[in-house]
T-cell receptor
Framework: NAGVTQTPKFRILKIGQSMTLQCTQD?????MYWYRQDPGMGLKLIYY???????DKGEVPNGYNVSRSTTEDFPLRLELAAPSQTSVYFC??????????????FGPGTRLTVL | KQEVTQIPAALSVPEGENLVLNCSFT??????LQWFRQDPGKGLTSLLL?????REQTSGRLNASLDKSSGRSTLYIAASQPGDSATYLC???????????FGTGTRLKVLA
């Protein structure tokens, strides 16, 4: 049982390049989330998904896209990388059955630098 | 709009001391509040989850309390150890959503 896995761990992009951050969970969780964490800050929600085929915007969705074709996978796409997207990106998942008791499980993060 | 604040931003204490971390939120209509631990360069690990109907939760040397009416939670760490050194984040889920709003964290250093 690996939990939530993310790839890659580190990446450096040039301005204007695109990339996909991968996230996979093996806990059969319905809900999945993408956050970004800037230095010294808390986490900001980018996008989330309540099940396969359903996604919605969080607090900071601009410049990102997501898809959820399976329960396990929730990739995050950056189309035109900008320096403002330099951050650490965390994927998380939760069962999603009862919000009052729903614990989120986090992946180890992807550290992205855009130069 | 829900906002979550954590004070202090950083804290340094000698080993063995009992300490309290604070978390405040602006909208009391929450499903739950969760405390997380984050080690440098790592992801977040859930420590305690308090449902909106609960007043406190305990796990080992950790005790978290929730006062919804005043918009506050505290994380009490008893007999602190150097291994407790990490950043502690609180997050709330506002009623009607499954979205967590995070505070900026308290960076704790326990000195041996």
């Amino acid at each position: 049982n690996a939990g939530v896995t993310q790839t890659p761990k580190f990446r450096i992009l040039k301005i204007g390049q695109s990339m996909t951050l991968q996230c996979t969970q093996d806990m059969n969780h319905n809900y999945m989330y993408w956050y970004r964490q800037d230095p010294g800050m808390g986490l900001k929600l980018i996008y989330y998904s309540v099940g396969a085929g359903i996604t919605d915007k969080g607090e900071v969705p601009n410049g990102y896209n997501v898809s959820r074709s399976t329960t396990e996978d929730f990739p995050l796409r950056l189309e035109l990388a900008a320096p403002s997207q330099t951050s650490v990106y965390f994927c998380a998942s939760s069962y999603g059955q009862r919000p009052s008791t729903d614990t989120q499980y986090f992946g180890p993060g992807t550290r992205l630098t855009v130069l | 709009k829900q906002e979550v604040t954590q004070i202090p931003a950083a804290l340094s204490v000698p080993e063995g001391e009992n300490l309290v971390l604070n978390c405040s939120f602006t909208d009391s209509a929450i499903y739950n509040l969760q405390w997380f631990r984050q080690d440098p360069g790592k992801g977040l690990t859930s420590l305690l989850l308090i449902q909106s109907s609960q007043r406190e939760q305990t796990s080992g040397r950790l005790n978290a309390s929730l006062d919804k009416s005043s918009g506050r939670s505290t994380l009490y760490i008893a007999a602190s150890q150097p291994g407790d050194s990490a950043t502690y984040l609180c997050a709330v889920t506002t009623s009607g959503t499954y979205k967590y709003i995070f505070g900026t964290g308290t960076r704790l250093k326990v000195l041996a």
